[in-house]
């Protein structure tokens, strides 16, 4: 069981606007670390989609963002395409277990 | 532009230790933390440890028992051994580096097998 919980899976058609929450607790996200969302197509290792919350690397589509409120974390994806159906992992530190930590992972559905 | 390549054997036997190798090239192994992450198949990811080009390690509290992540920095490696290897440490192992709290790049990982 992850330390940080993700919803299974989401879907939507494309053009629209789906949210991935993710979970933790006052030893991680509450705590004021920052999250981070990676994303991972089959076969292949993840890629960072947001680091420190809410900011794109370069090359990232601003269709992504990211938020944070309290002990819980979303990454947003506007204008859904095709080519973002993947698995979604975000990523914390946490203080108790003095290291880092993953949501189970969600993955994306284009209809 | 860093790039990170696991190497070692993909088939374990349950009850012996697991060695892997990351190999480093396109910028200097010191001062970043550098490290290990596993994901099972079908699974998520599970962080296992880090280490400091200096050689301080931290390690996952569910696997401290079993890890060893050493550093050789006079060859821009860093290795993980895991001891006692059963058929739930069957994964893709990735070595990963660490900036700022973000694993901002990986290796392509290296899939392990654990049977006999």
């Known amino acids: 069981q992850s330390v940080l919980t993700q919803p299974p899976s989401v879907s939507g058609a494309p053009g629209q606007r789906v949210t991935i929450s993710c979970t933790g607790s006052s030893s991680n996200i509450g705590a004021a670390y920052d999250i981070n969302w990676y994303q991972q197509f089959p076969g292949t290792a993840p890629k960072l989609l947001i680091y420190g919350t809410s900011n794109r690397p370069s090359g990232v589509p601003d269709r992504f963002s990211g938020s944070k409120s309290g002990t819980s974390a979303s990454l947003a994806i506007t204008g859904l395409q095709a080519e973002d159906e993947a698995d979604y992992y975000c990523q914390s530190y946490d203080s108790r277990l003095s290291g880092y930590v993953f949501g189970g992972g969600t993955k994306v559905t284009v209809l | 532009q860093v790039q990170l390549q696991e190497s070692g054997p993909g088939l374990v036997k349950p009850s012996e230790t697991l060695s892997l190798t990351c190999s480093v090239s396109?910028?200097?192994?010191?001062?970043?933390?550098w490290n290990w992450i596993r994901q099972p198949p079908g699974k998520g990811l599970e962080w296992i440890g880090d280490i400091y080009y200096t050689g301080s390690t931290n390690y996952n509290p569910s696997l401290k028992s079993r890890v060893t992540i050493s550093v050789d920095t006079s060859r821009d490696q860093f290795s993980l051994k895991l001891r006692s290897m059963t058929a739930a440490d069957t994964a893709v192992y990735y070595c990963?580096?660490?900036?700022?709290?973000?694993?901002?790049?990986w290796g392509q990982g290296s899939l392990v097998t654990v049977s006999s």
């Open positions: 990963a580096r660490v900036y700022r709290g973000t694993f901002d790049s």
């Open positions: 396109g910028d200097s192994i010191s001062d970043y933390y």
